[in-house]
């Protein structure tokens, strides 16, 4: 029965077609380094549409994607990439709580607003691009960063409803910035030259 709920639930958020959409601005994007190498700080602007809320409070998880790219620039052939790496955020509502929830990986954070929630997933804090094992030549460096909806990972029937529906579909393009020559990123522990021994 509740199953049943549920599909109603999601036939009668597909029947309705508000023409609603709303990018996602990249509001600042910076790199540090740290001891376990780059580290990605990363601002990003948006809001849900009502449909996408209403599906969301329905308990359909919404999955967003952020995209970091760094790569070496290259006169004389094509930019060689130096790293990648993507992260997958889920958003979802728990009914029995009344909780919205962020999850990454086993990391889980809980709010009592869908607001609240989403403050959170536009901050992107302390995400580790670039292990510390790489090293930089000396060189500019074009790193790059976006956040988009993930529609593949929503129920078949919100998949094809995206194909057409703009209120269903949330990204960002590309914010790209250029890296200085970054200087070498600490070596790992185990590589480090040993102290010499106190006499």
Known sequence: MQAFAVIVA???LLATSPVYADDIEVRDAQLRTTEEGLVLDADFDFELSP????????GVPLYFRVDFELTRR???????S????????????????RQYRLS??????SFATLDEALNVLKRIRN??????????DEADYDAAVRMRLDPTLLPKPFQLSALT???????????RFTVKSPRQLPAPVESREPKAPDR
């Not at 290259?74 to 060689?80: K, N, P, S």
């Not at 130096?82 to 709580?97: F, M, N």
């Not at 995400?127 to 930089?136: A, C, E, G």
Request: aromatic share 14%.
């Open 165 to 175: 529906s703009r209120d269903l579909q949330l990204d960002s393009p590309w914010r």
């Open 104 to 109: 990454t990986g086993l990391l889980q954070q």
């Open 82 to 97: 130096a790293a990648s790496k993507r992260l997958q955020i889920r958003l979802s509502y728990h009914a029995l709580s």
């Open 74 to 80: 290259r006169w004389y052939w094509f930019d060689e």
């Open 51 to 58: 449909r996408l809320s209403d599906v969301v409070a329905n």
């Open 10 to 12: 999601w036939l009668a």
């Open 127 to 136: 995400w580790l691009v670039v292990d510390r094992t790489v090293t930089f």
